[in-house]
Antibody, heavy 119, light 109 residues
Framework: QVQLVESGGGLVKPGGSLRLSCAAS????????MSWIRQAPGKGLEWVSYISSSGSTIYYADSVKGRFTISRDNAKNSLYLQMNSLRAEDTAVYYCARGCKNVDAFDIWGQGTMVTVSS | SYVLTQPPSVSVAPGQTARITCGGN??????VHWYQQKPGQAPVLVVYDDSDRPSGIPERFSGSNSGNTATLTISRVEAGDEADYYCQVWDSSSDHYYVFGTGTKVTVL
């Protein structure tokens, strides 16, 4: 079945780095744009980053620009988020999500991976 | 940046109709999408492009969008509809290209 599975979350100190991964299965990964979306504890959803199906177009939220890097490996059906210079306000559950074809929405979400930035 | 405002909470009795609003400047000119999120779970897309439903979503979920307000309507509310609901649009002029609403907690009485 269509599935996204995130991994790589954990506890990291302020200023540290972490790399999240998202493994896709059950669909042709290279046909879809993807995004990372996060949710701080008890808060709402915040879009973080977007990557086109080929990887040629990338966008970031201003809150993470210059610190986070999104990438994908279509041969491995995988999406990544390299997070550097982490701050306490980056603490959240990070979801990877599949973009709908021809629609600016997300139809498949992973279960999320928790990132905690604390000393 | 573009802001989407939702009421923090909506309460509804089983079998009645719940309406969740999403306010934004001239939101009627944009395509609005809605997500349902139950505690401890990932969001689920329930309405896209203002009023279309993904496969598997009950007809009880419907949407509309005009002027400065989009609305998600849940008819014949069931206990299982209790969740947080978020609206979302694309806005290329925003600091967040994909903008989510503030979220609404729907409580089934």
């Amino acid at each position: 079945q269509v599935q996204l599975v995130e991994s790589g979350g954990g506890l990291v100190k302020p200023g540290g780095s972490l790399r999240l991964s998202c493994a896709a299965s059950g669909f042709t990964f290279s046909d879809y744009y993807m995004s990372w979306i996060r949710q701080a504890p008890g808060k709402g959803l915040e879009w973080v980053s977007y990557i086109s199906s080929s990887g040629s177009t990338i966008y970031y939220a201003d809150s993470v620009k210059g610190r986070f890097t999104i990438s994908r490996d279509n041969a491995k059906n995988s999406l990544y988020l390299q997070m550097n210079s982490l701050r306490a306000e980056d603490t959240a559950v990070y979801y990877c999500a599949r973009g709908c074809k021809n629609v600016d929405a997300f139809d498949i979400w992973g279960q999320g991976t928790m990132v905690t930035v604390s000393s | 940046s573009y802001v989407l405002t939702q009421p923090p909470s909506v309460s509804v009795a089983p079998g009645q109709t719940a309406r969740i609003t999403c306010g934004g400047n001239n939101i009627g000119s944009k395509s609005v999408h809605w997500y349902q999120q139950k505690p401890g779970q990932a969001p689920v897309l329930v309405v896209y492009d203002d009023s279309d439903r993904p496969s598997g979503i009950p007809e009880r979920f419907s949407g509309s969008n005009s002027g400065n307000t989009a609305t998600l309507t849940i008819s014949r509310v069931e206990a299982g509809d209790e969740a947080d609901y978020y609206c979302q649009v694309w806005d290329s002029s925003s600091d967040h290209y994909y903008v989510f609403g503030t979220g609404t907690k729907v409580t089934v009485l």
